[in-house]
């Protein structure tokens, strides 16, 4: 992999039954090239604090959550270790699969090759979202909380600021 520019982006996803967590990364190569991968995934939620800590340090950004999924579970425990959080909408989400789906296609996405995430994407499955779709974690043969971290670290990296050249 390319060096990236900047620091990235980090994301937490909370699997639906609580029984698993992620934490995502994301950020873009100097190609423009958004790189992805699963930092960690681990058992249960008792650690997800102290991993969110160490990436806002690591990035300087906000961690960026789903609340309307089952992450909303720990945002308390969050707020109160000083973790700050960006709540991604229900519209941005939307645009976030769409999006992702699309560089995946294109060859504007790549990741390290977790068996995890690649395993996740597999078994994902959707819902609809007005005339649209989202990764749904409840319709997916699997927990897809690998992949639902990945896309919502990469919402982030796509909306900043990339530096581009004019000629």
């Known amino acids: 992999p390319g060096p990236l520019v900047g620091k ?12 698993q967590a992620a934490v995502g990364f994301a950020g873009r190569e100097e ?5 992805g991968e699963v930092a960690r995934s681990d058992a249960g939620t008792a650690w997800v604090v102290e991993a969110c800590k160490n990436a806002q340090a690591e990035t300087g950004e906000p961690i960026i959550v789903d609340p309307r999924s089952a992450t909303a579970g720990v945002l308390a425990d969050l707020k109160a270790a000083g973790v700050r959080t ?14 992702f789906q699309r560089e995946v296609i294109e060859g504007g996405f790549k990741h390290l090759g977790a068996q995890g995430l690649t395993d996740a994407v597999r078994m994902a499955d959707v819902r609809r979202s007005g005339e649209a779709w989202v990764f749904s974690e409840r319709a997916s043969a699997a927990d897809i909380c690998q992949l639902m971290c990945v896309v919502l670290a990469t919402s982030g990296a796509r909306t900043a600021h990339v530096p581009f050249f004019v000629y």
């Open 86 to 99: 960006r709540e991604i909408t229900p519209a941005e989400l939307v645009e976030a699969c769409a999006a």
């Open 31 to 35: 190609d423009g090239t958004i790189r």
């Open 8 to 19: 990235g982006f980090a994301s937490l996803q909370v699997g639906t039954d609580q029984r």
